[in-house]
């Protein structure tokens, strides 16, 4: 599904991924894990099309296409979602019509006729049921005022009427409680398929309770120094990220 | 003391002023402005003698007058000598069809989704089902006839209704108000004349529109809308597509009276000519709006302001009698050299007065648009209560946007509060739509619309969809 070969990337003429090599099959979960400052948010926001980053070499390939020919809203037209680690806000705009508009988008994109409001009202009923969402919210201006808990569960909510094939979730458990941070995995874990995959890109091992990883990546400046199952995150929780700094250095 | 006349004229008085400039290849009087070309258009337009002494007292009034110096805006003075102020109202050139009209043009009709009938009206091609339209104006009129409301046009009035004009034309904007405003006192040509009877509820919103080829609008245009006791009527002035004129220089005035417990909604969609993108051209429009409010009354200005080169316009209140309410929202939109200068003048007389003012710039381009208003709480005014909110958001780095809020209060149990914000849209929040799925140009119009949703929502229904769709169109290409 996604690809991405000997990535580099630079923002500012200063380089922040220097050879990333990653593959992402269908119905994989794969997290991200490194200290700060190692290149995590820099990765989903390339992949995601943000064009403050040059991309200076390498290639991401996303269902046979290059991503990197395309504009950030026909990535997502691709299906690919990123759960912002800071959501903006947007006054005025509900996050009703911030979803349907969305979605339309999208459908417009791919050639197909505007979602009815029947359906696209029974597919926002049925998922905020998912995320223990309450109808008040949806009438909300889009994170304004928002608590953190509230703005990473609207992530997810737009993740689940979205329905993307790639979804990656930056930092989606840091300002979370234990309570929130149980009802998103638990969202995120109901919408995991066989057919679309999922990137968790996070400090912590916590998260990684909720939603196992396939695979457990670790990046530290730029590069992926290390990769291996869940079992390598229990390894971090409990000896942090310096013995494999060391290794890199050295 | 001083009294409360006294009072208001003093209010009234002040400041406040309009531009005008024109072009016409008028069919009648030469270019000037004198005595006898005001005789002349008052002769043709067979008026009353008391009609015409109040124009010519317009005029000297208007000769001790200059051009107001203090607006944020600068432009070349138009030369007043130069207008031709009276032309027959003259037959548009008829187009035989749709390909005859300006490509542009029909791009902008297409996005605002207007419709083809629409679209040969608004560009002046020859209608076969204009019968249906004048059999609509007809039914409306019998309609509004049934329940006493007059809705015509001023010079109607003039010959129909003198009572009415002579009683109220004036009273709230005076011929000496302004540089303007006196011009436009002394040449007005045409404009729309309103009366609602007590306790009736006008059924619809009266627009301008019914009435577009009856009378064609001039540049000094002149409106008077009188809610009698316990009436209410929402009116509408405008048009959402581009307004082309030949005329340069528009100075209007509009005069609003409500007496005890009516109502007067106005609301404006201004899409004239803004010229082009490099600064050429597009209208100056210098309009006077005011309304008064007697007890318990409530006048609400609504405007989208969208179009012409360079704007002056502070629809205002004078909250006389007690318990009455005055409200402004306003969405003012400036792009490549625009610039606009507009606000509002609350003025708090009477006890226990409200005001609001919503106030939203948007400023793109190398434009400028400043936001300036008054409030004012008099000595009587116990208790009185404002709320302004003064937004502005800016796109790229190139525009200016600017407020000048002026509170004078001189009763101390007053209540005014003020808040200002600026903002800029933020590539964050582009990126954020992009990222799921929104386009730039849809992502700017749905976070316009959301900037501006306190004002939008004051439109009528259709009015508003037709706005949203002007935004963006205003706004198109423009993001930083």
């Not at chain 2, 919103?205 to 009378?215: P, V």
């Not at chain 2, 050299?337 to 939203?360: E, F, V, W």
Request: proline residues 4%; contains cysteine; glycine residues 8%.
């Amino acid at each position: 599904m996604l690809k991405i070969n000997n990535l580099q990337a630079a923002i500012e003429g200063k380089e922040i991924l220097k050879g990333i090599d990653l593959e992402v099959k269908p119905g994989e979960v794969h997290a991200i894990m490194g200290p700060n400052g190692s290149g995590k948010s820099t990765l989903s926001s390339v992949i995601a099309g943000r064009e403050d980053y040059e991309v200076t070499a390498g290639n991401i390939d996303f269902q046979g296409e290059d991503l990197l020919d395309l504009d950030a809203d026909e990535r997502a037209h691709k299906g690919i979602f990123l759960s912002f680690q800071y959501p903006v806000e947007i006054p005025g705009v509900t996050v009703t019509n911030f979803i349907k508009t969305a979605i339309n988008e999208s459908r417009k994109a791919r050639g197909e006729e505007a979602m009815p409001a029947n359906i696209m009202l029974k597919k926002m009923r049925e998922k905020m049921g998912l995320l223990e969402i309450d109808s008040a919210f949806l009438s909300r201006s889009l994170n304004q005022g928002f608590s953190g808990g509230e703005k990473k569960r609207n992530e997810i909510f737009q993740m689940a009427m979205l329905e993307p094939k790639l979804a990656i979730l930056d930092e989606t458990d840091s300002g979370l409680d234990i309570d929130a941070l149980r009802i998103v995995a638990n969202g995120v874990n109901k919408l995991k398929s066989k057919d679309n995959a999922i990137i968790v890109i996070t400090h912590y091992q916590r998260l990684l309770d909720y939603i196992v990883p396939d695979f457990v990546h670790v990046l530290h400046q730029g590069k992926i120094v290390k990769s291996g199952d869940k079992n390598l995150a229990h390894e971090l929780e409990s000896r942090g990220y310096d013995w494999l700094k060391e290794g890199v250095e050295a | 003391m001083k009294t409360e006349e006294s009072y208001l004229e003093e209010v009234t008085a002040s400041e406040y002023k309009y531009g005008f400039y024109t072009d016409i290849e008028a069919d009648k009087v030469p270019p000037g402005l004198n005595e006898d070309v005001i005789r002349l258009i008052s002769a043709k337009k067979n008026e009353p003698e008391w009609m015409t002494e109040w124009r010519l007292d317009a005029y000297r009034k208007f000769l001790k007058m200059t051009e107001p110096k203090w607006p944020n805006v600068s432009y070349p003075e138009p030369d007043l000598q130069a207008i031709s102020y009276y032309s027959a109202p003259k037959k548009k050139k008829e187009l035989e069809s749709l390909d005859e009209v300006d490509p542009e043009l029909l791009k902008t009709f297409e996005k605002l989704g207007i419709s083809l009938d629409e679209q040969k009206r608004l560009s002046g091609v020859a209608m076969d089902v204009v019968v249906d339209s004048v059999s609509v104006a007809t039914t409306f009129k019998d309609k509004l006839g049934e329940l006493g409301i007059i809705f015509c046009s001023m010079s109607d009035a003039i010959q129909e209704h003198p009572e009415l004009v002579k009683k109220y034309l004036g009273t709230v904007v005076p011929k000496s108000d302004n540089f303007y405003a006196a011009l436009n006192s002394a040449v007005f040509t045409d404009g729309s004349f309103c009366y609602i009877p007590k306790g009736v509820r006008c059924p619809m919103e009266l627009s301008t529109y019914f009435r577009i080829n009856e009378a064609g609008t001039g540049q000094f245009e002149r409106t008077l809308v009188i809610a009698d006791e316990g009436s209410y009527v929402s009116y509408l002035e405008g048009c959402t597509a581009p307004t082309r004129d030949e005329n340069q220089l528009h100075a209007a005035v509009v005069e609003l009276v409500a007496l005890d417990d009516a109502e007067i909604k106005y609301s404006t969609v201004q899409n004239w000519y803004p010229g082009n993108k490099e600064g050429k051209g597009g209208v100056y429009n210098f309009v006077t709006k005011r309304g008064i409010c007697e007890r318990n009354a409530k006048i609400s200005w609504t405007q989208v302001e969208t179009g012409s080169a360079v704007t002056w316009k502070y629809p205002s209140c004078i909250l006389k009698g007690e318990n009455s309410i005055g409200e402004f929202y306003s969405v003012a939109v400036t792009n490549n050299y625009q610039q606009a200068d507009t606000g509002t003048k609350m003025i708090h007389l009477g006890k226990n007065t409200k005001s609001t003012i919503i106030s939203k710039g948007i400023c793109a381009g190398k434009s400028n648009g400043s936001y300036r208003g008054l409030v004012k709480i008099g000595p009587r005014a116990q208790d009185a209560r404002n709320f302004s909110q003064c937004d502005s958001l800016l796109m790229g780095s190139s525009c200016g946007s600017h407020t000048f809020p002026y509170i004078e209060t001189q009763n101390k149990s007053a209540k005014v509060e003020h808040e200002a914000t600026t903002s800029k849209i933020g590539e964050d929040q582009i990126f954020y739509c992009n990222q799921r799925g929104i386009g730039e140009e849809e992502a700017i119009a749905l976070i316009v619309n959301g900037y501006c949703k306190d004002v939008l929502n004051q439109l009528p229904m259709e009015f508003a969809v037709e706005a949203q769709k002007l935004l963006a169109i205003s706004l198109e290409g423009s993001v930083g």
